[in-house]
């Protein structure tokens, strides 16, 4: 099994990205699929779930910006990142099948300049 983030960059404040995440080995539907964040000398907190049945949880900071996808036909799950402010700024971490027993990505950054 294989998760891998792509899309983390540098952006201004207010800006947007676009995460993505892509697995392999696992088909992503069939899982609980989140993102988490962690930032500088914080822990790793959750950004926004997206379960089997399609229902979705987000993070207080995050549930008015933030919306969490999933497309099936390319088994990739996405974050979209809107209105991005400084304290968005950390390493994002796609994870499937939950924190404690689940599968990990390696992370991709997000920066965004005040």
């Known amino acids: 099994v294989q998760v891998v983030e792509s899309g983390g960059g540098v952006v201004e404040a207010g800006g947007s990205l676009r995460l993505s995440c892509a697995a392999s080995?696992?088909?992503?539907?069939?899982?609980?699929m989140a993102w988490f964040r962690q930032g500088p000398g914080q822990q790793r907190e959750l950004v926004a779930q997206?379960?089997?049945?399609?229902?979705?949880n987000y993070g207080d900071s995050v549930k008015t910006r933030f919306t969490i996808s999933r497309d099936s036909a390319k088994n990739t799950v996405d974050l979209q990142m809107n209105s991005l402010k400084s304290e968005d700024t950390a390493a994002y971490f796609c994870?499937?099948?939950?924190?404690?027993?689940?599968?990990w990505g390696q992370g991709t950054q997000v920066t965004v300049s005040s």
């Open positions: 994870n499937a099948g939950g924190p404690d027993r689940g599968y």
């Open positions: 997206i379960y089997s049945h399609g229902g979705t």
């Open positions: 080995g696992i088909i992503v539907s069939r899982y609980a």
